[in-house]
């Protein structure tokens, strides 16, 4: 166990110091853990994420304790040494004896293996009023440049800010949904549990695990029984409500879950595209595990030419939009950090190209549905409404029985959508039309 520790604490601050330069969370964790097994690199994942979700606080409190900027390896080990003191408070013993161990395991740490020992136990015995020096600060306690502090401000009001952040910094459950394809979600959940790894229902095909685990631990998730995907994901396929026999495109499709719910959903024939050949391989691999087939182009939505076949038209799209990601902070917390206030107006006006270059693809009668997992205005409702009104041929339906034709939907840790999910989910934007 000490020696787990040792190494994940190793490999999660290799990761932190490149991440601190804006690089990809996934591909710096693919570039440092070629050789972990999967317990170690979900071990590392979860340090990452933890001192993600606290990165501002942790810069700040390594300067605090240290009086200077020490080295970039140093920096690094301290910060995620000090996120895992803070998350995993009953472990601290452990936690600093094997901090200062993997100080001395690399020639760029070794010398500074006291400091990470004064630092550690220095912020043992002075947390509290660290802590409250340290969070006073709404940058630092929100964890968010000043910029998107505002604008979530100036979304939702200060009377929803503390509560709306305090759930983006909570740990997300692992959510999974079920192919029911091959398995009912009553005879999955007994199966899960005579597995050691109890879970329960959230509505429709969604269970979410009562303990989080290494995906390859997940019973059945090898045979194609389960896949990941948080519930308020789940719900685009849903609202498209795919008919056998329909012809569907999903555009933007990696990594592939909504392209594969489609697919477990009904006997239709789905076209997928995906402007990254790397994630596009993601759809293909997904879909090879669940047993699944769809068309899969590598080339941008929008250029209709590379992948359309002649003038052939669609019962649906979907269009699952490059946006913010506002919407799911709490599972990807590095977020907030790679976004610049230009991007909103950027990724509205890519929104708005893909919006009006997959339209005509649509069959007269056929619908589009519009997601973006974001929880900004000009990403939801204001691009809906610029597009019905210059597209006269449109119109906005409800997303479902009982639901209007739009629906903002936000990260929430207790259920807001009765009936569609009982339990927690991310933020997203719905948008159902349909062509006259």
């Known amino acids: 166990m000490s020696a787990s520790i040792k190494r994940s604490l190793l490999l999660a601050a290799a990761c932190w110091k490149n991440l601190s330069e804006q690089a990809s969370f996934d591909r710096t964790l693919e570039a440092h853990c070629r050789q972990a097994d999967p317990e170690e690199r979900s071990a590392v994942r979860s340090i990452l994420y933890n001192a993600l979700r606290r990165a501002v606080f942790l810069e700040r409190l390594v300067l605090r304790l240290t009086n200077r900027k020490p080295a970039p390896d140093v920096a690094a080990l301290l910060a995620v040494a000090l996120s895992e003191l803070i998350e995993e408070p009953q472990k601290a013993y452990a936690v600093v004896n094997e901090a200062i161990k993997a100080a001395r395991m690399k020639p760029s740490t070794e010398r500074a293996a006291g400091l990470v ?229 950027a990724l509205a006006q890519q929104q708005k190209r893909l919006l009006q270059s997959l339209w005509p693809v649509v069959k007269p009668g056929g619908r589009l549905l519009y997601v973006v997992c974001s929880v900004f205005h000009e990403e939801g409702e204001m691009q809906i409404r610029s597009f019905l009104e210059t597209h006269k041929d449109a119109r906005a339906i409800a997303l479902a029985d009982g639901l209007p034709s739009q629906l903002r939907l936000m990260p929430c840790e207790n259920p807001d959508m009765a009936g569609w999910i009982d339990g927690p989910h991310d933020g997203f934007f719905y948008s159902l039309l349909q062509k006259a």
């Open 117 to 345: 020992n004064a630092c550690l136990r220095r912020y043992q015995r002075e947390k509290g009023d660290l802590d409250a020096a340290l969070l006073s600060d709404p940058v630092v306690r929100f964890n968010a440049p000043a910029w998107w502090i505002e604008r979530m401000r100036g979304e939702f009001g200060d009377d929803r800010l503390e509560a709306l952040f305090e759930t983006l910094h909570k740990r997300p459950p692992l959510t999974l949904r079920v192919n029911t394809r091959k398995i009912s979600v009553e005879d999955w959940l007994r199966f899960a549990a005579d597995e050691g790894c109890p879970a329960r229902a959230l509505g429709n095909a969604a269970a979410v695990l009562q303990k989080p685990c290494p995906v390859e631990r997940i019973p059945g998730f090898a045979d194609g029984l389960v896949s990941v995907q948080d519930a308020g994901a789940q719900l685009a396929a849903l609202f498209l409500a795919p008919k056998n026999g329909e012809r569907i495109l999903d555009a933007c499709a990696a990594p592939g879950g909504k392209t594969a719910h489609l697919l477990e959903m009904a006997d239709c024939s789905v076209t997928a595209l995906e402007a990254d050949p790397e994630r596009a391989t993601r759809i293909e691999d997904n879909l090879k595990r669940l047993g699944l087939h769809a068309q899969i182009h590598v080339c941008d939505a929008a250029d209709l030419e590379k992948w359309r076949n002649g003038t052939e038209l669609f019962d649906a799209v979907l269009l699952d939009a490059p946006c913010t990601a506002s919407g799911i902070v709490r599972r990807h917390p590095e977020i907030v950090f790679s976004r610049r206030p230009q991007d909103i107006v």
